[in-house]
Nanobody, 123 residues
Framework: QVQLVESGGGLVQAGDSLRLACTIS????????VAWFRQAPGKEREFVAS????????DYVEAGKGRFAISRDNDKNTVYLQLASLNPEDTGVYYC????????????????WGQGTQVTVSS
């Protein structure tokens, strides 16, 4: 059983930065890819960033390239998402999710999900 807990969201102004964290607890030892998705009110959940089990391969939504950075600390079982130069379009609930080994951009490929953390960017 895998449990994920997101933290680090909040209310910020346009241009500010935030660092989100996803802490992973698992009864079994496994190699997980982790992705972040976000969902704005009235919109579908969309891919934001991912990192594979080894931490060597990352992927970002086009709008996040150059502004977002995903990383992982396997000793702490935590994946981070650094968000910079935030704008109101980045507002939403941010979820982390895991699947075995390799990351994808498709929410349906992920097995375990956290409860989400709210990010609100005011203009």
């Amino acid at each position: 059983q895998v449990q994920l807990v997101e933290s680090g969201g909040g209310l910020v102004q346009a241009g500010d930065s935030l660092r989100l964290a996803c802490t992973i607890s698992s009864r079994t030892r496994g190699a997980f890819a982790v992705a972040w998705f976000r969902q704005a009110p009235g919109k579908e959940r969309e891919f934001v960033a991912s990192i594979d089990w080894s931490g060597t391969t990352t992927d970002y939504v086009e709008a996040g390239k150059g502004r977002f950075a995903i990383s992982r600390d396997n000793d702490k079982n935590t994946v981070y998402l650094q968000l910079a130069s935030l704008n109101p379009e980045d507002t939403g609930v941010y979820y982390c999710a895991t699947r075995s080994l390799w990351a994808t951009r498709t929410a349906g490929d992920y097995v375990n999900w956290g409860q989400g953390t709210q990010v609100t960017v005011s203009s």
